[in-house]
């Protein structure tokens, strides 16, 4: 890796006055072609983007075109990717995108520090300096004042407070939320690959340091990073991280899992940024496997007001084996209490969905029942979905669209439901889930399934998560698929890409068939974030959920072999045991005394059921105040 020290505005002057700029007439036609055959016919969420914010991306793309053929002197490249940047970002949905050429996809622009939004005392609202970058041998030292926990009020002139906003709507965030958040993000990182170029060479901030000292003025200049791409690490090749057999089932926004690496390098982020844990009393960190820590940077154990819980921080769903991280995660939460567990999802950009939906049965007794997924009808996607095996489900659904004039397909589930069910409930303790507005795709569908599922309480530092609801496909797999390389040629000129929301996302439940794409999954709480939180590890937030926590209920239901064909089953908190043998009932139910220390029973199977039976599983009910029974714990032996 290189890292190199320069204006934005100068880096990339240069960088388009290199091989890799330059484009012909050519190679620009080529590009607006491929990208209004995407839009036109597979971009999934084209009808309701033309209704929500009254656009039209076909005819700008077609303005561009006509533009590039007749402009004395040429259209400057730096304009032409600008506005091709512009059409997509207008689209507001971050799945679906224009990937600038090398060298500007292995290139991020950033300032030395990062910003984040909190709430003071009397609720105004803050900008905080939560990340300085060490200075580097030769460098000259930051002004001392300007520290961890400065406040940011001013940016080259202006309040903060409405750079931010400003920002924010030239960010493709699909509600208000995740626009903010996308706006503050990238005012000090910008992706090069997908973010508008800076047009300053540097910013003057004005920020309050310690309290008793004047407001002072500080300057920074744009700085380039550089990766080398054939290391493979741009993030337009992100997903391939995820299973090579699965990459049809990403759900990501490339451009923040990019910046999350780029911050994760230059500031040493991770595992600093979750609370305070301890593990069994020994150090923090001593429970997380090395492979698994970018995915779980932080597990332990936090002390609250309200007792001891089990903590997870879960920064990605982008892996590259699905089976292997289950379970991990299983082996991480069955070593936490069982009292409670906060399950800290901020800032995850998606990955591999089918990761993200198999792991919320592991917190729930209730069978999960996944997100559906809609192609948009055009024949280009019934000519897809009759040529591949893998989306024929769809086949005809998308072929009835021809007499019926939907829209839509029907929605289907991206694997088979017993897929979403075949490890079954491995935390039975009380969950919250905590979110923010950075929170996309197959986090988006996580948490509308933990809702779905009334797994737990959703906390939110933002209102909502971040709306991206549909499963993206890159350029390379869409030429693959399609083989038409009139329409979509193996190889964009100049290594472009692009990235299509190709099937949108539908919730299940009581949210039956409600849109994930801007409108997120709202948050059951909010949590406004204070400056004890960014400077002391999400002190009141752990605090917050703790509370939560506290008024959950606490269950067990544990089983195993004991002598012969005896099954000895531990419980706890529970008024009826219900048994299975293969999902066939085996017995009247097994009523227990409630009680908040359990008890354990025992009972014989017999020689022939033990020799033919591959599985048991127990269901564990609690009368509720209305007097139904209610499924609240669940769990599975091998026989």
């Given at each position: 890796m290189t890292r190199r020290k320069q204006s934005a505005s100068r880096a990339t002057d240069r960088v388009v006055a290199s091989q890799a700029g330059n484009l012909s007439p050519t190679e620009r036609k080529e590009l607006i072609a491929c990208a209004l055959e995407l839009i036109e016919t597979l971009y999934v969420h084209l009808p309701l983007k033309r209704s929500m914010y009254a656009i039209n991306p076909l005819q700008r793309l077609k303005l561009l075109r006509r533009r590039s053929e007749v402009a004395t002197p040429p259209l400057p490249d730096r304009d032409f990717f600008n506005e091709l940047l512009s059409i997509f970002c207008q689209?507001?949905?971050?799945?679906?995108?224009?990937?600038?050429?090398?060298?500007?996809?292995?290139?991020?622009?950033?300032?030395?520090?990062?910003?984040?939004?909190?709430?003071?005392?009397?609720?105004e609202e803050l900008f905080l300096v939560t990340h300085i970058m060490a200075t580097q041998p030769g460098e000259v030292p930051v002004d001392p004042d300007f520290q961890l926990g400065s406040i940011v009020t001013h940016w080259n002139g202006t309040p903060i407070r409405r750079v931010v906003a400003a920002n924010a709507e030239r960010e493709a965030g699909s509600n208000p939320a995740a626009r903010l958040a996308q706006g503050l993000t990238a005012l000090t990182i910008r992706w090069l690959g997908q973010s508008l170029l800076p047009d300053e060479e540097w910013v003057d901030l004005r920020f309050l340091p310690q309290p008793g000292k004047e407001p002072k003025t500080i300057r920074f200049g744009w700085q380039v990073f550089q990766r080398q791409p054939e290391a493979g690490l741009a993030a337009a090749t992100a997903i391939a991280r995820a299973q090579r057999e699965n990459i049809w089932a990403v759900g990501m926004d490339?451009?923040?899992?990019?910046?999350?690496?780029?911050?994760?390098?230059?500031?040493?982020?991770?595992?600093?940024?979750?609370?305070?844990?301890?593990?069994?009393?020994?150090?923090?960190?001593?429970?997380?496997?090395?492979?698994?820590?970018?995915?779980?940077?932080?597990?332990?154990?936090v002390r609250t007001s309200s007792g001891l819980f089990g903590y997870v921080r879960l920064a990605t769903f982008n892996v590259e084996d699905e089976q292997r991280y289950i379970e991990e995660f299983i082996r991480i939460v069955s070593e936490l209490p069982q009292d409670g567990l906060i399950l800290d999802v901020r800032g995850n950009g998606g990955g591999l969905i089918t990761f993200g939906e198999r792991l919320l049965q592991l917190l729930t007794p209730r069978p999960i029942d996944p997100a559906r997924f809609s192609f948009l009808n055009s024949a280009r996607t019934q000519a897809l979905t009759a040529k591949h095996d893998f989306i024929g489900a769809w086949r005809d659904s998308i072929a009835q669209s021809i007499e019926t004039g939907t829209e839509y397909s029907q929605g289907f589930p991206l694997e088979p439901i017993a897929n979403y069910n075949d490890l079954g409930q491995k935390y039975q303790g009380p969950v919250v889930l905590v979110i923010d507005a950075l929170c996309y795709s197959t986090t988006d569908i996580f948490a509308a399934g933990f809702q779905d599922h009334e797994i737990g309480i959703i906390l939110g530092v933002d209102e909502t998560t971040g709306a991206g609801g549909a499963n993206v496909w890159e350029y390379p797999l869409i030429a693959d698929l399609v083989r038409d390389p009139q329409c979509f040629p193996p190889q964009l000129p100049k290594q472009a890409s692009f990235r299509v929301a190709v099937r949108r996302v539908t919730r299940v439940g009581e949210n039956s068939g409600v849109l994930l794409e801007d409108l997120g999954v709202k948050a059951d709480e909010l949590h406004r974030l204070t400056p004890r939180d960014l400077l002391q590890r999400n002190l009141d937030l752990i605090e917050h959920a703790g509370k939560i926590l506290k008024k959950g209920q606490v269950q067990l239901l544990g089983a195993e072999k004991s002598t012969g064909e005896r099954i000895r089953v531990r419980y706890q908190n529970l008024d009826r045991i219900d048994v299975y043998l293969d999902d066939r009932p085996l017995r009247g139910s097994i009523k227990v005394r409630?009680?908040?220390?359990?008890?354990?029973?025992?009972?014989?199977?017999?020689?022939?059921?033990?020799?033919?039976?591959?599985?048991?599983?127990?269901?564990?009910f609690r009368s509720n105040p209305e007097g139904r029974d209610e499924l609240v714990a669940a769990t599975r032996l091998a026989l």
């Open positions: 689209l507001r949905d971050l799945h679906t995108s224009f990937e600038m050429p090398e060298p500007f996809r292995s290139s991020t622009a950033y300032l030395p520090f990062r910003l984040e939004r909190c709430f003071g005392a009397a609720e490339a451009r923040s899992e990019s910046e999350r690496q780029i911050r994760r390098y230059l500031f040493e982020e991770g595992r600093q940024q979750g609370p305070r844990v301890k593990h069994f009393g020994e150090n923090a960190e001593s429970s997380i496997s090395d492979w698994a820590r970018e995915v779980f940077p932080t597990c332990g154990i409630r009680a908040a220390k359990g008890g354990a029973k025992s009972f014989s199977l017999g020689r022939k059921v033990v020799h033919s039976a591959r599985e048991l599983r127990l269901e564990g």
